[in-house]
């Protein structure tokens, strides 16, 4: 028996949810609708096709056989009916119809559904300050936006641009317009660093020190008040709490919220902070109403709670998700884990699971193993330093999360994704060390980095290492006489070491190279506690132990070595 599906929304989690009904169930009939002209389209490509990485605005509308995806294509490639420039205005649940508006003609039109799927998606939120609607103020909340925006930089118009907000997208724009354009680009964060609320603060500021390092002005703990016009009109610069800039755009980028207005104004259940509510099988609280994408609450895998995850990616499998539900094939979606990863010029960061301050927060007897190994083969070319932090409960030993910084390759990627397979499913500190990755020089080194840095958790949590937390550090590094009885034990070739010792006095920061302790281990303070640095933390490990052995136990290891503090622009630190 044929059945009608009405789907509102046609931009990710829409389109899969059609083409998939339309394979499960081909003589059904499938209505798509969207209020926007421009469909199915790759809106996380935005910032590319801005950059110029991405040539033409059409190649993010197109299949993988370069055929632009439109009503047309999908009425007859996919046999999926679309109206586009049409709006729905409510939902009648009783009489199961979607009252639409037609936004050429202003007619309006019920449609009948036998189920309903709401792919409504995100909307940009626009700060409500004084000057948000002047000409040359953007939000990156459409493909029309992004044509706009490129339009303007190619014509020679922006010289100077100011990008508000220091999540992904905020920090891919900022990436964009000085990259291939050479424009002059500030950007403005609220928070204390950048990426708040996926990041630790080392990561977040071994990213800053990069991007400013590529002629990026960032300002963090900073807030825009207002935009400035230029008299005619058009935006002329942005005042914030600390200072006045110059800008001939001005990029909004301070996140995006559901919207689920008609959801609500139908009466189905909504969380406080506007997503709506779904089981696994993605059904809303009326079973005849599914929705998926980004106007939908997800569940942490981690925490368990509500969270929020808008990604293509997940649009697409929650698409497919409620369209093998609704045609009769059980499936689930379980969950997220929050996997996250950018580019940033030449740099990659990357996350899943939860930070280690969320971890706190939730309540996790948590800690972390901060590592910096190669990102492959010592010895092969071209091989780089990779920063990796594994946040774990010590009472379960299971993981909840891994950060990620280092080069724009392959290397991250791989681990991070293996990382959140395992966390989805409960995985502990010895899943990690016992995780099999594919292996040659090309890609990982003998011990990948992921095994490596589950190694040092095991040790962590076995009590084996003792390590120095990094704030601790860093806060004696600024002021040593916060800890009086501290020593750094510098194990580097001497040469290394010399500028640290010629910086902090030998009575702070003493040489001692790791080939030689042994030797000179009897010259170490037995009244001071030794902190043990090398440049990656392994080689100082090794020394804590063999100190442990002959009874000498007033050590502690600065995990991650001089790898991680020299990436973190600290202004005390002159290290190439």
């Given amino acids: 028996m044929s059945r009608t599906v009405v789907i ?146 190619a014509s020679g118009k922006v ?48 990213l800053k020190q990069y991007l400013e390092e590529q002629n990026v002005h960032i300002y963090t703990a900073e807030s825009a008040l207002s935009i400035i016009d230029d008299g005619n009109g058009r935006v002329a610069g942005i005042k914030t709490n600390m200072r006045t800039l110059d800008a001939d755009l001005v990029i909004m980028a301070v996140g995006v919220r559901p919207r689920s207005e008609l959801a609500r104004a139908a009466g189905l259940d909504v969380t406080g902070w506007g997503a709506i509510k779904v089981n696994q099988r993605l059904q809303t609280s009326d079973p005849n109403i599914y929705a998926a994408g980004d106007c939908i609450a997800c569940t942490s895998l981690i925490t368990r709670k509500e969270t929020y995850a808008p990604l293509g990616s997940l649009a697409n499998r929650q698409g497919r998700i409620a369209a093998d539900n609704i045609a009769g094939q059980p499936a689930v979606f ?67 999360g891994l950060q990620a910084f280092g080069m724009m390759n392959d290397s991250i990627s791989a681990r991070v994704d293996a990382a959140a397979g395992l966390i989805a499913k409960g995985g502990t500190i010895e899943d990690f060390a016992t995780l099999e990755m594919a292996y040659a020089p090309p890609f990982s080194a003998a011990i990948d980095s992921i095994n490596a840095a589950a190694y040092v958790a095991e040790n962590m949590c076995d009590n084996r290492l003792r390590r120095v937390d990094l704030n601790r550090f860093l806060r004696w590094a600024e002021n040593v006489e916060s800890e009086p009885n501290w020593l750094a034990v510098d194990l580097r070739h001497p040469q290394e070491a010399s500028p640290m010792v010629e910086r902090f006095g030998a009575a702070r920061w003493t040489s001692c190279p790791y080939e030689r302790v042994r030797e000179l281990h009897t010259e170490l303070s037995e009244d001071k506690t030794c902190i043990l640095i090398c440049n990656a933390g392994t080689r100082s490990y090794e020394i804590q132990v063999f100190l442990d052995s002959i009874g000498k136990k007033n050590t502690l290891v600065l995990c991650g070595g001089l790898n991680v503090i020299s990436r973190l622009g600290l202004s005390w630190l002159q290290m190439k």
């Fill in 8 to 153: 509102i929304g046609a931009v990710a989690a829409g389109p899969k949810a059609a083409s998939r009904l339309k394979r499960l169930q081909p003589n059904w009939n499938i209505l798509m609708i969207d209020e926007d002209s421009l469909i199915s389209y790759g809106g996380c490509g935005i910032p590319y096709y801005v950059s110029g990485d991405v040539s033409d605005e059409s190649e993010l509308r197109s299949t993988s056989f370069h055929v632009i995806r439109d009503a047309a294509f999908f009425q007859h490639a996919k046999g999926v009916e679309v109206r586009t420039r049409t709006r729905a205005l409510a939902i009648d649940r009783s009489q199961k119809k979607v009252r639409v508006q037609y936004l050429e003609t202003g007619q309006e039109e019920d449609l009948s559904y036998d189920s309903l799927i709401l792919a409504t998606g995100a909307r940009p939120f626009e700060l409500p300050i004084p000057g948000a609607g002047l000409d040359g103020v953007f939000t990156v909340s459409n493909l029309h936006k992004a044509i706009e925006i490129r339009k303007r930089i």
């Fill in 159 to 206: 010289s100077k641009a100011v990008v508000i907000g220091g999540g992904a997208i905020g920090i891919e724009m900022a990436e964009a317009l000085t990259d291939l354009w050479g424009v002059e680009t500030s950007l403005i964060e609220l928070e204390d660093r950048l990426l708040p609320g996926i990041m630790d603060w080392p990561f977040a500021a071994m």
């Fill in 334 to 400: 379980k969950g997220v884990c929050s996997s996250f990863i950018m580019k940033a010029f030449d740099r990659c960061i990357a996350a899943t699971g939860i930070s280690y301050e969320a971890a706190l927060f939730e309540g996790f007897d948590a800690d972390y193993a901060l590592t910096s190994p190669s990102d492959r083969a010592h010895f092969f070319p071209n091989q780089a330093v990779v920063i990796l932090q594994l946040v774990f409960d010590r009472k379960s030993r299971r993981i909840l």
